[in-house]
């Protein structure tokens, strides 16, 4: 199966990928919970210490839970201020998907990349996120695609 997308990345289009993208890392998703259960037991601590032998232990918890909300809120102020400040924002991306390749070309560069070099490929809510042996991590929203014949062609690239 051949076929082309394209698209423009602009905020939402960042916003979308890094939800895909920290859904998908295993202990990243998780984040959130840990830092509300190291507050409740910094507070539950607190409570149950009425002899203060404790001493600032509960205190400690909960801080460690502060932290990670704010954390995870300037980690991800951080990433999409970054991507937003980059050049590539505004300009249009092509890719090309075929049998053997995922051929790609934008303003600053064009290039192959073979399935086989392709570590992994993940269905998410609203759309597909690749994952190349390099690292980085290819986000391809549901609403590029023209028919659901497309999104099962890449799924069914997947190891």
């Known amino acids: 199966m051949n076929f082309n997308l394209s698209f423009v990345p602009d905020e939402k289009y960042y916003n979308e990928a890094y939800k895909a993208i920290v859904s998908s890392l295993k202990t990243k998703k998780y984040e959130p919970f ?23 232990f509960p205190i400690l918890f909960s801080m460690i839970g502060v932290y990670e909300f704010f954390k995870l809120y300037f980690e991800k102020k951080k990433w999409l201020k970054q991507r937003l400040d980059s050049k590539i924002v505004g300009q249009k991306i092509e890719l090309h998907f075929s049998d053997e390749t995922i ?11 073979n399935w086989e070099g ?12 690749l994952k190349p042996e390099n690292g980085i991590s290819i ?10 014949e497309q999104i099962d062609f890449i799924m069914s690239k997947h190891k």
Not at 40 to 52: E, I, P, R, T, V
Not at 103 to 113: C, I, M, T, V
Not at 118 to 129: C, D, F, P, S
Not at 139 to 147: G, M, R, T, V
């Open 139 to 148: 986000y391809l929203p549901d609403k590029l695609f023209s028919s659901k």
């Open 118 to 129: 392709m570590n992994k490929i993940l269905k998410t809510k609203k759309g597909i996120l």
């Open 103 to 113: 051929k790609h070309s934008g303003p600053f560069s064009k290039g192959e990349l």
């Open 34 to 56: 840990f830092a509300i259960t190291m507050i409740a037991l910094g507070l539950w601590f607190s409570f149950q210490d009425q002899n203060k032998i404790l001493g600032y």
